[in-house]
């Protein structure tokens, strides 16, 4: 049976049956390494470090010289399989069965990793006398983990090594549906927040003696959680505020704690930045805080602004490849969660295309073999068009 897959297929099967959870490589790298340094690809394994954060192996791979140069960017690692006894096949065994590919991380993201590895393989094998320009590949293993030791340190490694890249192809599922309903042409921003209340401890009985922080807290979440930060526009949907968790860190029912703390999450769109958005939020909690109220706002170093992607010629050609072989129109499209192009946008254009990514972190996640395939095509048919234009 393993004779009769297509490449992408069995690039792809390999990839599920390397246990690579964050932040193990799990022997995907090398399976990568092995087959793109065997078709002539210059290939390096990067390491990085960070205090309080697992070490990470990343990978590197390039052919092919001067412009353009296109990369495609993805991760081989993935997250957990939660409970191993519910999956129908076992998550790292790559069974095929009824025309569906099985194994933690088909969707997200080894079937996009193996469908623009045969297809870069492919299109090298059909320039024998070299490339028109030069393909890289960016791979990380910390895309499901804390985003510390994988594409940002790999970004800068490759600038210091002079790779300039001109465009990029993240393989991330972006397909509700069906292979071809959507192009991620941009993300919404990113912005956490932390705010902190502070009172006095005491018996509940005896309130006159404490200061409880919980009314003052409900104030300042319903400052923030009910107004309309904005309509959105023509490619970004409304921006949303999400309250995530209040902790008071109190297991008595008869003790008023001495502080309470809440998280909350913003997705934003491009009529805000870190800066404007982070100041707007300050100020609706400073006009909710009742006089005298002890209380503090913190906002996370990792916060990312909005993008969207205007290199036409790179939207263009993918469109009409997804066209070419789907017979669909994708739309092109900015909503979703966030994903390593908010680091590569600050290189080069970066969209978004892969496979359908309805079961992804799921129990059972699997992707039709049909897809993979057409993926692996569509890739293909970018590259031609890409670099003859």
């Not at 699997?366 to 057409?374: K, L, N, P, R």
């Not at 692996?376 to 003859?388: E, G, T």
Request: aromatic content about 8%; glycine content about 10%; hydrophobic content about 40%.
């Amino acid at each position: 049976m393993t004779d009769t897959l297509s490449p992408a297929v069995q690039i792809c099967r390999d990839l599920i049956r390397c246990p690579s959870v964050t932040p193990a490589e799990g022997g995907a790298l090398s399976t990568l390494e092995n087959l793109l340094a065997g078709a002539g690809f210059d290939v390096s394994r990067v390491t990085f470090t960070d205090e309080d954060t697992p070490d990470v192996e990343n990978l590197f791979a390039t052919i092919g010289t001067g412009k353009p140069h296109f990369v495609f960017a993805g991760h081989t690692d993935v997250v957990p399989v939660g409970d191993e006894a519910a999956w129908t096949h076992g998550p790292f065994d790559g069974t095929i069965a009824d025309g569906m590919l099985h194994g933690r991380g088909t969707a997200d993201m080894k079937g996009g990793v193996a469908a623009f590895a045969a297809a870069a393989l492919d299109y090298v094998k059909a320039h024998p006398d070299g490339i028109p320009g030069q393909i890289s590949f960016l791979i990380t293993g910390d895309e499901e983990g804390p985003a510390i030791n994988g594409t940002v340190k790999l970004l800068e490694w490759a600038k210091e090594q002079g790779h300039e890249f001109d465009a990029c192809i993240v393989g991330e599922p972006t397909n509700p549906d069906a292979l071809g309903d959507a192009i991620k042409v941009g993300r919404r921003g990113s912005l956490t927040g932390t705010i902190k209340v502070n009172g006095t401890q005491g018996h509940v009985a005896y309130q006159h003696l404490a200061d409880n922080p919980v009314p003052g807290m409900l104030k300042l979440l319903s400052a923030v959680s009910e107004v309309e930060l904005d309509k959105g526009n023509e490619r970004f949907q409304p921006s949303n505020l999400e309250i995530t968790t209040v902790d008071v860190g109190n297991t008595a029912t008869n003790v008023i704690p001495a502080h309470v703390m809440a998280k909350f999450n913003i997705r934003f769109n491009d009529q805000w930045s870190v800066k404007s958005l982070s100041e707007h939020v300050t100020k609706l909690l400073s006009d909710a805080a009742p006089e005298g109220l002890d209380w503090s706002i913190e906002y996370a170093k990792e916060a990312t602004d909005s993008f969207l992607t205007h290199d036409e010629a790179l939207i263009q050609t993918l469109s009409n490849s997804i066209k070419t072989v789907t017979g669909r129109t994708p739309e092109l499209s900015t909503g979703g969660g966030t994903s390593d192009a908010r680091f590569i946008k600050n290189y080069c254009a970066v969209v978004e295309f892969g496979l359908v990514g309805q079961t992804m972190h799921k129990v059972d996640e699997h992707v039709a073999v049909a897809d993979i395939e057409q993926l692996a095509d569509i890739y293909f048919r970018f590259l031609q068009d890409y670099f003859q234009a």
